[in-house]
């Protein structure tokens, strides 16, 4: 492995030539998160692979892991935090506080959901949610169909 004057050696993937790392990474690969070459070609770069946020491709990292390539967190904790609902059990699980929550898959869970803990709720999607997205308000039993279709409905 190179090393730059820091003693360290930075390679960013990122799928934005102009991403915030660019210019303080020793080499920057060009390519979606989700790209299992590109994903490769930085295991083969690197001692150590480490990620920003969950929306990465947790299988890629998965094979790499059980190579022995060397990934903090760990591919579990990854494949925990991809799910929200998987994460709140685990948090729960571990002794964290967490507001009350319950799994939805059926406007029917949402309104079951709804006798349990009231109005307002949020629906929350399981995956791909970040920044505000992926949640809808639920203020009134009229508002589970528009939030179900927004959220609910997908398979994730």
Not at 101 to 105: L, N, S
Not at 138 to 142: F, K, L
């Given at each position: 492995m190179k090393q730059s004057d820091s003693g360290m050696y930075v390679v960013t993937l990122d799928p934005s030539e102009d991403c915030p790392?660019?210019?303080i990474s020793d080499e920057h690969i060009v390519a979606d998160f989700g790209d299992e070459k590109a994903i490769f070609d930085l295991a083969d770069r690197?001692?150590?692979i480490t990620y920003e946020f969950e929306h990465i491709n947790a299988d890629a990292l998965?094979?790499?892991e059980d190579k022995g390539y060397a990934i903090y967190p760990s591919v579990k904790s990854l494949k925990i935090i991809q799910d929200k609902y998987t994460q709140k059990q685990a948090l729960k699980e571990a002794g964290t506080r967490v507001p009350r929550?319950?799994?939805?898959?059926s406007q029917e869970?949402?309104?079951m959901a709804a006798n349990e803990f009231g109005y307002p709720m949020m629906l929350k999607a399981r995956t791909g949610g970040y920044d505000g997205?992926?949640?809808a308000k639920?203020?009134?039993?009229?508002d589970?169909?528009?939030?179900?279709?927004a959220l609910g409905s997908r398979k994730n």
């Open positions: 790392s660019h210019s690197v001692d150590v998965q094979k790499l929550f319950k799994e939805v898959v869970d949402i309104l997205k992926g949640n639920i203020d009134s039993e009229a589970v169909p528009s939030a179900y279709e």
